[in-house]
Each structure stands twice: as C-alpha cells, then as structure tokens.
C-alpha cells in the first residue's frame, strides 16, 4: 500500500514536472522511506498516549532509533514486518517500564552486559544492505561514542540522580538494540554458512 502511494506521488510529481523520469526509483524508494517512518512514529506516539507513557514512549524510541541506526542488527525481510515488531515492542517495553521493580543490580548488570555485547558486535550490517570497509569504520565509530553516551546517559540517571524511570528507558533502549545486534549476527552467521 505504502509502495503504491509512493508511486502515484512521484508520478504526479513527474507529470507536473517537479522531477525526472529517470528519478522515477530513486524518489519512489526515498518517498517510501519516509511515509514508513512516518507512520511508524506516529504510531509509537499513538501507543505512548494510550498508555499514558508519552513521554517515556519518546525518549525509549529516540534512544533506541539513534543507537539502532548506527549499531544495525537484524532486520526484517519487509517494511510491514519491520512495523508490526514495533508495534510490539513498544508496549512491551512501556509495560516493563511501569510494571517491573527497579533493581540497580539486576538492570545494572542487564545494561552493562548489553553495552559490552554492542561495544564488541557493533556495527552489524543488514543482510540486503553489506557496509563496505569505510561505512564499517564511520558506522563502528559512532556506534561507539553512542554507545559511550549511553553508558554515561544511564549512569548519571541511575547513578547520580536516582531517576529510575528514566534510566529503567534508557536501559530498555540499550538491552532492545543489543537483542536485535545478536539477533542480526546470528542471522548473518547462519546465512554464511549455508
């Protein structure tokens, strides 16, 4: 559906001569990007408001997105699978930040063993996009300092200020992007070697 929307927009766009034929693909591809984040987004902030977790629903999936971006991970095969493992994710992870008791030994350990398996496995690349050797050194290097403010993000919060809400999130987002890194490594692995 989303594919189709794209592609009437970017032939209207051609017919009114805003672009080229020959971008006809590209801006089909970039227009599809867009409307997916869009309403996975939108969606994530519908689901924030439901639970009444706004703006724990925000910093979760501004944290998470920054982190995935340049950590990478698995990645589902389409954008609708991609869209429904958020759907998922998102209440789960607002339920867990609500529901669940706040241990700092037991969500310490969890985060730090986390930062160490992004720190070591980052960036993992996605099956149907390869990173050549300089996109693997820029994307390793920022996963790091990402994964550095991270690390101190939570601990100030944790740690210093005893903000267990916002550093139960920001644990969340970390554990989250390390599941899907093991996730992606596994997967590659196993595509490897068959």
């Known amino acids: 559906m989303i594919h189709k929307i794209s592609e009437k927009a970017i032939m209207y766009a051609i017919l009114n001569n805003y672009i080229k034929q020959e971008q006809y693909d590209e801006y089909v591809y970039a227009l599809e990007i867009i409307l997916n984040i869009l309403i996975t987004d939108i969606t994530m902030i519908i689901i924030g408001l439901a639970m009444g977790m706004i703006w724990e629903c925000i910093l979760f999936w501004l944290v998470y997105k ?32 609500r529901y669940v008791p706040y241990s700092m030994t037991v ?46 993000c939570w601990s ?20 989250s992007v390390a599941v899907f890194v093991i996730a992606g490594k596994m997967y590659l692995t196993v595509r490897k070697h068959n």
């Open 156 to 175: 100030v919060t944790a740690i210093v200020f005893r903000q267990l809400i916002l550093s139960k999130i920001i644990s969340l987002s970390i554990i």
């Open 66 to 97: 920054i982190l995935r971006k340049y950590c990478g991970g698995y990645h589902f095969s389409t954008s609708l699978k991609c869209y429904l493992s958020s759907c998922i994710m998102c209440p789960v992870v607002l339920a867990v930040v």
């Open 107 to 152: 969500w310490g350990l969890l985060t730090l063993t986390a930062l160490i398996i992004l720190s070591i496995l980052s960036p993992v690349e996605a099956a149907n996009k390869p990173l050549d050797e300089k996109e693997q050194r820029i994307f390793g290097i920022t996963a790091r300092i990402l994964i550095i403010i991270s690390a101190v």
